[in-house]
């Protein structure tokens, strides 16, 4: 099955150091900040936020 594209990201809340090593562990911290540049849709709750 092919990717779809995202209509949005919601970044729950959470403990942000680890969330932060995770998305770096992962190599999701720099597609995620080239979403967020590229102005699309991303709500953050809580540590979601503050990870932002």
């Given at each position: 099955m092919a990717a779809q594209p995202?209509?949005?990201i919601?970044?729950?809340g959470g403990?942000?150091?680890a969330?932060?090593?995770l998305?770096?562990?992962f190599d999701?911290?720099?597609p995620l900040r080239?979403?967020?540049r590229?102005?699309?849709a991303v709500w953050g709750t809580c540590a979601g936020m503050i990870l932002l």
């Open positions: 995202l209509d949005g919601v970044l729950p403990e942000s150091s969330m932060a090593v998305l770096e562990s999701l911290l720099e080239a979403y967020v590229a102005g699309k």
